[in-house]
Structure formats: C-alpha cells, structure tokens
C-alpha cells in the first residue's frame, strides 16, 4: 500500500500565518485555540493570575525563539549540504569539531536564555507568595481546608457569637478588588487550591501551613478545583470563588452570620399548600451538572438564589426539618440554630444560598439535591456521606452504608435509607435554608 500525501506548500502557509497572527496578536484566546472556558488560565481576572502568565508567556517566547534558531539552521543545513548525485566516489565532505567560538557562543546564549527566564520567574514568585507589604492592611483573610472531597471555608474576621468564625462549604465568597490573604490547610490528605483565573495553584499539605494570596478586580464568579490527585472523587472536587462589591460582601457577610432561617410550621388543620413539583428523571452519572441557563450567567443565579423561594411548602419545611434529625443527617452537618451539629460534613447553614451542591459538582437545583440526598453515590463515586467518615480510625461516624465497627467492614446494607417522599421534605428544607 503506499500513501500518498501532498500537502499544498500553500495550504500550509496561510494556516501557519494564520495560526502565527492569532498567536502574536493575542487574539488565540477567543478564536484558534479553545482556551476561554471557565477554568481557563489565559482569560485572567486578577493581579496573581496575571503574573503567573506572564511568567508562562516570558517562557513560551524565549523558548519559541530557540526553537525557531535551531529549526532554522537545521532546515538551512539540511537543504543546502543534501546529496543531490548519487555517486559511490565522492570523497567524504570535511569533517570538523571542537570550534571554541561556537562552544562559548552557545554556552552564553544558553546562559543568557536561563537569566531572561530566571529574572521574571523569580520576581513572581515573589510577588505571588504573599499579600505585598503596601497592600497588606487593606486585605482580607480567610482559611481554606481541604476534606475528601470538598472545601470547608473560614472566616476568621467575622466571629458569631458561641460559634466561632464563619463557616461556609464549597462557596468561598471574597470581597472584589482586595487581596485575599488565604490559608491553606487540610484534614486529611494533599489537595491544592486553585482558582484558574485568579491564582493558584499551591498545596494544602497535612501538619503544614502553607498559604497564598488572589484578588478578583471586579465582582463575579469563579470556578474553582483540587489540583492534586487526592483519592477516588479527586477530579469532581470543585469549589466556587463568588467576588462581590463591598456593599454587597458586607450585606452578605451580614446575612451568613445570622442563625439558620426558620420557616414557621403551619398550624394543623390548615389546608396544606400544594408545592411546585419537579420531575426525577433518572440521569447518567456523567451528566452536566448545569443548566445552559446558569452556564449564561452564573452571577445572576447566585444573586436570586440568595432569596427564599415564592412557592414555599411551609409543612413540607416542617417535616424535612423533622427527618434531618430522624436521618442522622445532623451528625456530619451543621445548621447553626436548627438541630444540627456535626462538623464532618459541609455546613449547611445557609445551604440554600448556594449554586452548587456536592462541591461545585452539580447546580443546586432541587431534582439534583434530591438525586443527591437519595443515593448520593450515584452521582459522586466513594464520597464519604455515603461511605462514611473516619473508617479507618476508631471514630467512626457512620455513612449511608452501614459499617460493622467490629468486624471493621460494609455489612452491605444501608444504614440511611431515603425514600422518595422523605427526599422531597429535605430538599425543601434545605432549599429555605437561605
Ligand atoms: C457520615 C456523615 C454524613 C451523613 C450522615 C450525612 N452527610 Fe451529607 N455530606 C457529608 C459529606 C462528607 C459531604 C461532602 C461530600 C462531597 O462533596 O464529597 C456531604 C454533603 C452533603 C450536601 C452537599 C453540601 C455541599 O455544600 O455541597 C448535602 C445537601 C447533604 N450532605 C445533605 C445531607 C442529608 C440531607 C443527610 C441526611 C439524610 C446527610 N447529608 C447525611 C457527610 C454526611
Ligand atoms: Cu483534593
């Protein structure tokens, strides 16, 4: 068989200047190459992730240049000294080596190359280790942690009375156009904390503190994602980054510190309202966790999830409210002011005010809540409500799936079981949780 391929010496070219005027203009963003999605790191929207592609931009260049050198003469050398008659006498061509002045030429140049990149790298990585000392009164602090597999957020300037800081899960809110001091810490294994368009990525090792600093420029919404293998549901531990203008952050920040919100049982007797229904449809694991709606704009949805439902069923809040307890949901979650306690699991407070659910795996939409509450494995692989926390310690708080502490192992049975019925109780109650 024999492959013919002609390429036209022209076809060739108009792509490549094609390709090499997307790329020096800067306009490949949007166009050539598919770098412009929400976690893209070339459409950057903050001082840090500027810096560090610049420093990815300084080593492309300086490398491309080499590159184009070294092609260059080789393309040139292997043209011009080709064999063009065949001839079986033909003395050897000169032979040479060890020519000094080449040697130290490309000794120097090398040297050279290493000092252009060396300089701008080491100057970022200055830049990005820490707030800088003239903006460090103006930032704020918050304490990220890492957990298998999802995020836990502290604020540790906004304290609550008998509660200490501020706690929120998955949804990191910052105020826009201040530095975000961050700290980094993990209660379990390695993860990384990186936020694409606004900087990253450092690690969250055990027994260590390590930190890093971002700043949004202006509000908007951000996503967010573990960069470090950390186990079975590494790839779907996401997170989101919500910057809001100060007034907004602070009204937010305001409303995160009250109590859970209590929605007043009806008294019986009272003609129960009929709730808007929603359609569980069985969906493929793999399905999109978001709708074409959200995707448009992810701000506009967070800012009306922020407000309770019009058509809430205050009876059907009631009884969620009743089996949150039944369930044993209470011992990994917290709703500061209800019934809940328990710290293992994301809190869930203002569960209600947030866009996603299972750590930035899936909108926070009702039919995905009740998927979730029902058989959360199907739609995150291992995670620890379902398997349980602590397994392999002697603390053992107990998942969906029952665990024999004596024989250390899955009975094979489920331990919480949710039905239908009981799913739509919770996910209303959690969904008034604003
Ligand atoms: C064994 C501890 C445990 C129990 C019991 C438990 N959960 Fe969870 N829950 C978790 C953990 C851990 C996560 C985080 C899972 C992840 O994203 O990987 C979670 C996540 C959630 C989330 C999503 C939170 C977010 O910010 O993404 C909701 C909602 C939730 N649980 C509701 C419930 C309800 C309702 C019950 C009772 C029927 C319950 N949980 C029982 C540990 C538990
Ligand atoms: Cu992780």
Not at 116 to 128: C, G, S
Not at 155 to 164: D, F, H, N, V
Not at 225 to 240: N, W
Request: glycine share 8%.
């Amino acid at each position: 068989m024999r492959l013919r391929f002609v390429p036209s010496a022209r076809r060739i070219t108009a792509s490549l200047s094609l390709l090499a005027i997307a790329v020096l203009t800067g306009g490949w963003s949007n166009s050539v190459l598919p770098v412009s999605g929400p976690q893209s790191t070339f459409d950057t929207q903050g001082p840090v992730a500027r810096a560090q592609l610049d420093v990815f931009y300084v080593t492309v260049w300086v490398t491309l240049a080499i590159f184009v050198i070294v092609a260059g003469v080789l393309a040139y050398a292997t043209f011009k000294f080709r064999v063009k008659d065949i001839d079986p006498n033909r003395p050897m061509p000169p032979q040479g080596h060890g020519n000094p002045l080449v040697e130290l030429g490309l000794i120097a140049a090398s040297i050279g190359a290493l000092v252009i990149i060396a300089v701008p790298t080491l100057r970022a990585i200055w830049y990005t280790y820490d707030v800088p000392e003239e903006h460090r009164a103006n930032a704020y602090e918050v304490n990220a942690i890492g957990l298998q597999w999802w995020f836990k957020f502290e604020y540790p300037l906004e304290q609550i009375e008998g509660a200490g800081p501020l706690v929120t899960g998955n949804e990191l809110v910052i105020p826009a156009g201040r530095p975000v001091r961050i700290n980094l810490r993990t209660t379990d294994v390695i993860h990384s904390f990186w936020v694409p368009k606004l900087g990253g990525k450092v690690d969250m090792i055990p027994n260590r503190g390590n930190h890093m600093w971002l700043q949004a420029d202006n509000p908007g919404y951000f996503w967010g994602q573990c960069a470090e293998f950390c186990g079975e549901s590494h790839a779907v531990m996401r997170f989101r980054v919500i910057a809001l203008g100060a007034e907004d952050f602070a009204a937010w920040v305001e409303a995160q510190k009250q109590p859970a919100r209590s929605v007043e049982a009806p008294a019986p007797g009272t003609p129960v309202a009929t709730f808007a229904s929603y359609d569980m449809t069985r969906k493929k694991r793999n399905a999109p966790g978001y709708s074409a709606e959200f995707d448009r704009d992810p701000m506009a949805a967070w800012t009306a999830f922020q407000f309770p439902d019009k058509d809430e069923d205050a009876a059907l809040i009631a009884r969620g409210r009743e089996l949150f307890r039944e369930k044993a949901c209470v011992t990994c979650h917290a709703v500061r002011g209800h019934e809940g306690m328990g710290v293992t699991g994301p809190d869930l407070t203002h569960f209600g005010s947030r866009t996603t659910l299972a750590a930035g795996l899936l909108e926070n939409t009702k039919e995905h809540l009740h998927r979730w509450i029902v058989h959360p494995n199907d739609v995150k692989p291992g995670n620890k409500m379902w398997m349980g926390i602590g397994t392999h310690t002697n603390v053992t708080m107990t998942g969906y799936l029952a665990w024999d502490g004596e024989t250390k192992s899955y009975t094979g049975k489920r331990h919480i079981e949710v039905n239908d019925e009981e799913a739509r109780a919770l996910v209303e109650y959690l969904h008034s949780l604003k």
